[in-house]
């Protein structure tokens, strides 16, 4: 412990070029005036502060930001990015890290309920061009592993009372609705190569 | 009888279809024909953005590709879909480096529901329509984040503070309060994944608009209503209250202002029952 007191920071600034490079935000813009982390509705939910999540960027701490839990307690609600007086997107910085922590395979849909929507959206969207609800939630539940927790918590059943309540306004629809043109689709997602990793996870 | 291209996106066939058939009917009124954009996709919501931007900006502009073939301006209800498709437009005609592959000529605009139909034009024939103002509701008018939300990207002229839907109510005989809350985030779809977020945001914006004086909340954005309806009961459960405070989307009051027949069938959708509140004020 007395040793990380006294050990100079290591610091690399390539990280802030490379985040440039990849998204065209510039992180070294940043003067500290958190702006972001003052508007910013969740931060008390995060582990980082919006305003320390740029400053990690700048310093070159890739391993912090990519495990935050700030990442994905965003909501994207682009109040940061709104009132950033230096114009950095900072919301746009999030998009970017949860993206890199896919690709790379530090994300796990077991754990991380959000990231888990998040692929069982898209993979939704691959399937048939729109979002269909009911089916979404289920396998949200399935893949995530919620369905446990929210067992054990005994949430579950209020999210089944909710269900129901829902289904009997009929707001959940029992047939999903797709494009007529399911290839171009599956051809606008497939394409890129980071997608490619949707598959296998299944076995962690 | 003006025209325009509509994208209905997802929610709308589903878990907001009270929205849906309220605009349908409030735009039938107003003699404004909405064509269906043909063979539409999602958006890619905030999935996409989240996981792979060129995929996110690439189905979003699949969407507006279309609408450019069929030369039509766009109005969009649900105000995610409305800003992945302006931030997909903004990237598409500023793609200089072909990162997307999808060529726009930029021959289109996208409008906002809420912002098209509280344009000087419409809001002059919604008062020479008004069979039946509001009198007596108080409101709080909640626009959340999409709409406005970066405005280099939306174009929204007053970000901070919008007043088109404040405006809008007031032309229907409403009373509209203001309340510092317009624009906050309810937490989207949290909803889903991290509930304790959405109360804690959620709540908040119910203590205040209830420190108001308000009797309900109106929003133009179905995931607002969602996470303000659907949980209401909860989350006053949890902070050891009731709240009952309806939460209108802006055209079902349009649509009882402007004399809609039976205005029940949307809002029987809901969770939070409005016709008490409706009754109270003798407009139902």
């Given at each position: 412990?007395?040793?990380?007191?006294?050990?100079?920071?290591?610091?690399?600034?390539?990280?802030?070029?490379?985040?440039?490079?990849?998204t065209?935000?510039?992180v070294?813009a940043c003067?500290?005036?958190r702006?972001?982390?003052?508007?910013?509705?969740?931060?008390?939910?995060?582990?980082?502060?919006?305003?320390?999540?740029?400053?990690?960027?700048?310093?070159?701490?890739?391993?912090?930001?990519?495990?935050?839990?700030?990442?994905?307690?965003?909501s994207s609600?682009?109040?940061?990015?709104?009132?950033?007086?230096?114009?950095?997107?900072?919301?746009?910085?999030?998009?970017?890290?949860?993206?890199?922590?896919?690709?790379?395979?530090i994300?796990?849909?077991?754990?991380?309920?959000?990231?888990?929507?998040?692929?069982?959206?898209l993979?939704?969207?691959?399937?048939?061009?729109?979002?269909?609800?009911?089916?979404l939630?289920?396998?949200?539940?399935?893949?995530?592993g919620?369905?446990?927790?929210?067992l054990?918590?005994?949430?579950?059943?209020?999210?089944?009372?909710?269900?129901?309540?829902?289904?009997?306004?009929?707001?959940?629809?029992?047939?999903?609705?797709?494009?007529?043109?399911?290839?171009?689709i599956?051809?606008?997602?497939?394409?890129?190569?980071?997608?490619?990793?949707?598959?296998?996870?299944?076995?962690? | 009888?003006?025209?325009?291209?509509?994208?209905?996106?997802c929610?709308l066939?589903?878990?907001?279809?009270?929205?849906?058939?309220?605009?349908?009917?409030?735009?039938?009124?107003?003699?404004?024909?909405?064509?269906?954009?043909?063979?539409?996709?999602?958006?890619?919501?905030?999935?996409?953005?989240?996981?792979?931007?060129?995929?996110?900006?690439?189905?979003?502009?699949?969407?507006?590709?279309?609408?450019?073939?069929?030369?039509?301006?766009?109005?969009?209800?649900?105000?995610?879909?409305f800003?992945?498709?302006?931030?997909?437009?903004?990237?598409?005609?500023?793609?200089t480096?072909?990162?997307?592959?999808?060529?726009?000529?930029?021959?289109?605009?996208?409008?906002?529901?809420?912002?098209?139909?509280?344009?000087?034009?419409?809001?002059?024939?919604?008062?020479?329509?008004?069979?039946?103002?509001?009198?007596?509701?108080?409101?709080?008018?909640?626009?959340?984040?999409?709409?406005?939300?970066?405005?280099?990207?939306?174009?929204?002229?007053?970000w901070?503070?919008?007043?088109?839907?404040?405006?809008?109510?007031?032309?229907?005989?409403a009373?509209?309060?203001?309340?510092?809350?317009?624009?906050?985030?309810?937490?989207?779809?949290?909803?889903?994944t991290?509930?304790?977020?959405?109360?804690?945001?959620?709540?908040?914006?119910?203590?205040?608009?209830?420190?108001?004086?308000?009797?309900?909340?109106?929003?133009s954005?179905?995931?607002?209503?969602?996470?303000?309806d659907?949980y209401?009961?909860?989350?006053?459960?949890?902070?050891?209250?009731?709240?009952?405070?309806?939460i209108?989307?802006?055209?079902?009051?349009?649509?009882?202002?402007?004399?809609c027949r039976?205005?029940?069938?949307?809002?029987?959708?809901?969770?939070?029952?409005?016709?008490?509140?409706?009754?109270?004020?003798?407009?139902?």
């Open positions: 412990m007395e040793q990380t007191a006294a050990a100079p920071l290591e610091v690399y600034f390539d990280l802030a070029e490379k985040v440039r490079d990849a065209g935000i510039t070294t003067y500290q005036c702006k972001c982390t003052n508007g910013c509705p969740l931060t008390f939910a995060m582990d980082y502060y919006p305003d320390q999540i740029v400053r990690l960027l700048l310093l070159g701490r890739e391993e912090e930001v990519l495990h935050s839990a700030t990442i994905w307690v965003c609600c682009e109040t940061c990015t709104t009132r950033c007086p230096n114009d950095i997107d900072i919301a746009g910085l999030m998009d970017h890290l949860k993206s890199e922590a896919h690709r790379r395979g994300v796990r849909p077991k754990g991380n309920p959000t990231y888990a929507f998040h692929k069982v959206f993979d939704d969207i691959a399937r048939r061009g729109r979002v269909f609800e009911s089916g939630l289920n396998r949200y539940l399935l893949k995530s919620e369905w446990k927790a929210k054990e918590t005994g949430t579950l059943w209020g999210d089944l009372r909710l269900g129901w309540a829902l289904f009997s306004r009929r707001r959940l629809p029992l047939f999903p609705h797709g494009v007529m043109n399911k290839q171009e599956r051809s606008l997602i497939e394409e890129e190569p980071g997608a490619a990793e949707t598959e296998g996870d299944e076995n962690t | 009888m003006h025209e325009i291209g509509y994208y209905p996106g929610t066939q589903g878990t907001a279809r009270d929205y849906r058939q309220s605009i349908h009917d409030v735009c039938d009124l107003l003699e404004i024909k909405l064509r269906e954009l043909p063979d539409w996709n999602c958006c890619g919501a905030t999935a996409a953005h989240s996981l792979d931007e060129r995929i996110a900006v690439r189905l979003a502009g699949r969407n507006l590709v279309i609408a450019e073939r069929e030369g039509l301006d766009i109005v969009v209800p649900c105000a995610l879909c800003n992945r498709l302006k931030v997909a437009q903004k990237r598409l005609l500023n793609d480096d072909r990162r997307y592959g999808m060529p726009l000529e930029g021959t289109i605009q996208v409008f906002d529901l809420l912002d098209y139909l509280s344009r000087p034009n419409i809001r002059q024939e919604v008062r020479d329509r008004l069979v039946r103002p509001l009198q007596g509701l108080r409101a709080v008018c909640y626009y959340g984040c999409m709409v406005n939300r970066p405005p280099k990207m939306t174009d929204a002229p007053t901070e503070n919008p007043t088109n839907m404040d405006e809008l109510l007031a032309d229907l005989g009373e509209v309060l203001d309340w510092p809350f317009k624009t906050d985030c309810c937490g989207a779809s949290h909803a889903v991290h509930p304790d977020l959405v109360f804690e945001l959620v709540r908040k914006l119910y203590d205040r608009a209830v420190a108001q004086g308000a009797h309900c909340i109106v929003a954005c179905q995931m607002c209503q969602a996470n303000l659907l209401q009961e909860r989350i006053g459960r949890l902070a050891g209250t009731s709240y009952e405070l309806p209108f989307y802006f055209t079902e009051l349009m649509g009882i202002a402007l004399g039976r205005p029940d069938r949307w809002l029987r959708r809901h969770m939070v029952d409005p016709l008490p509140l409706l009754r109270s004020v003798g407009l139902a």
